[in-house]
Structure formats: structure tokens, C-alpha cells
């Protein structure tokens, strides 16, 4: 079984551009969850999806969204990128929401210039 | 706030050596506390669980130890090898709530 796909998994903006990354869960699996990762910050829980829901949401700025389409495929979006939002994006996926154990992608690692 | 203080931020052991990583959370109400590996370039990994009505989990080189009263568990690696060299991040939740991650420690073992 494929595990968790995430692209793309390099990407270089400019501050004030957007950026949209996609996570493709493991088959069978409905629940995505997305992470930030800096290095002085470990594991930031960004927000959840379950059945094309967002079921929960951390403490990020309304620039930070996603959605989560009906093949529980998902996306998150950045709008008016910081130099600040440069960090990993790691999206890990569950059978069930908040389910123990979660999987997670390789990340798509994000630099804004 | 529910947080996870995880420490040492950095970690190096000589090859065969005792690893121990060490974490505090503050919310009592957690009842599931995973340790996740993670390598570089890869995102982490569960490596392994432990609930508090147990006070130590081990599985194979890996234990971990829970100190309920004191609301600290920590990851030992027995035997630790130059493939362990990782990053380890302890975590925490309760319920179907989102998992509370430390900041990780980026263990290095030597030879």
C-alpha cells in the first residue's frame, strides 16, 4: 500500500506570493491533518479535515487554509507568503479523525525569499 | 496551554551507549503519549506507544518510562547504533484530540 504523497516537495517563493501544497492520503484513509515543522518549533498543528471538513484548527493566521476534496485528497493554501512561513509542511493521514496512530508524508519543504 | 517540554534539544552517544530523551506535559488529561523517529528528508515515524496505566513499554531496544505522578516520560534506547541517529519527538493527546508534539531532539550516535 502507498503511503502518504505530498507535492510538490521542494518549492521557492517570494514574500506576498500564495502557495498551494496537495497531500494525497493512504488509500482507505479519511482523515488528513497538517503540520508546520521549524526547527525551534518541533511540530505545529496547523488543521484537520475529515469528510471534506475541517474538524479542528490550530493557532495559525486566517493566511494558512486548506479543503479536502471527496477522494480525501487535500490541500493547504498560503496567501501573502512571510519569510517567516519558511518551514517543512508535513501532512500525515488517519482511518478515523485523531486516530493514535497517523502516518505522515515525507513534508514539502518551503523557502520564502 | 497544552504543552509537551521535551529536552535535551540535542544529544550525542557513543555507539552502544544509553540514549534517554525526557519529556514533561502539563495537561493531566493525556492518555496517549507516542514517541515518532524522524530521518532526514522522511517525515516522522511512530516508533512507539505508551499509555498511563503502565509505567514502562519496551519494545525491543526501545522502552519508554512513565511517571504518571509526575507527569514526565522519557525514550531509552538500549545498545544505541550510528542508524538511530535521528530526530525524536515525544507527544501527547486525549481522547480523539489532535496529538501535543515537543520540539524534538536530534540525537547523533557516534562510533
Known amino acids: 500500500k502507498a503511503g502518504v504523497t505530498q507535492t510538490p516537495r521542494y518549492l521557492i517563493k517570494t514574500r506576498g506570493q500564495q502557495v498551494t501544497l496537495s497531500c494525497s492520503p493512504i488509500?482507505?484513509?479519511?482523515?488528513v491533518s497538517w503540520y508546520q515543522q521549524t526547527p525551534g518549533q518541533g511540530l505545529q498543528f496547523l488543521f484537520e479535515y475529515f469528510s471534506e471538513t475541517q474538524r479542528n484548527k490550530g493557532n495559525f493566521p486566517g493566511r494558512f487554509s486548506g479543503r479536502q476534496f471527496s477522494n480525501s485528497r487535500s490541500e493547504m493554501n498560503v496567501s501573502t507568503l512571510e519569510l517567516g512561513d519558511s518551514a517543512l509542511y508535513l501532512c500525515?493521514?488517519?482511518?478515523?479523525?485523531?486516530?493514535?496512530?497517523?502516518?505522515f508524508g515525507p513534508g514539502t519543504r518551503l523557502l520564502v525569499l | 496551554q497544552q504543552q509537551v517540554k521535551q529536552s535535551p534539544q540535542s544529544l550525542i552517544v557513543q555507539k552502544g551507549g544509553i540514549s534517554i530523551i525526557n519529556c514533561a506535559y502539563e495537561?493531566?488529561?493525556?492518555?496517549?503519549f507516542p514517541w515518532y523517529q524522524q530521518f532526514p528528508g522522511k517525515g516522522p515515524a511512530l516508533l512507539i506507544a505508551i499509555r498511563p496505566d503502565v509505567s514502562e513499554k519496551k519494545e525491543g531496544r526501545f522502552t519508554i518510562s512513565f511517571n504518571k505522578s509526575a507527569k514526565q516520560f522519557s525514550l531509552h534506547i538500549m545498545d544505541s547504533q550510528p542508524g538511530d541517529s535521528a530526530t525524536y519527538f515525544c507527544?501527547?493527546?486525549?481522547?480523539?484530540?489532535?496529538?501535543?508534539f515537543g520540539t524534538g531532539t536530534r540525537l547523533t550516535i557516534i562510533p
Open positions: 507527544a501527547g493527546s486525549f481522547g480523539n484530540e489532535k496529538l501535543t
Open positions: 488509500s482507505g484513509h479519511r482523515s
Open positions: 495537561n493531566t488529561a493525556f492518555d496517549y
Open positions: 500525515a493521514s488517519s482511518l478515523e479523525p485523531y486516530q493514535e496512530t497517523q502516518y
